[in-house]
């Protein structure tokens, strides 16, 4: 592994991103917790009580971690995780102005 991609890893990443509206995560926020006060391993570990909550965080949680068909877009969160490593689809969202879509792909072509 080239030492740059390594410098990357190991000190540039950072567990959530918060811009404009939206707090985008590895796996979830702990519900009723703010936002500035999650602890780093629910950001990446989450589950049930992220998944289950209708918590308004006060942003928009953009998440992966637990993989779903589609990408499904609620209240309080937006899950974007269509499994690419078991099922080959991989989805992105798209934000533009007040827009949002998705954009996906797959591995295994039908």
Do not use: C
């Amino acid at each position: 592994m080239p030492s740059s991609h390594l410098n990357f890893l190991t000190n540039r990443l950072i567990p959530y991103f918060d811009m404009g509206g939206y707090y985008f995560v590895h796996a979830g926020v702990r519900p009723g917790l703010p936002l500035n006060r999650q602890v780093e391993a629910d950001l990446y570990w989450i589950r049930d009580d992220f998944l289950q909550s209708t918590f308004d965080h006060g942003r928009i949680i953009v998440h992966g971690h637990t993989p779903i068909e589609e990408p499904e877009i609620r209240k309080n969160r937006i899950g974007i995780d269509t499994g690419a490593y078991i099922t080959g689809h991989l989805t992105a969202l798209v934000l533009e102005e007040r827009t949002q879509r998705f954009l996906s792909t797959s591995l295994h072509p039908e």
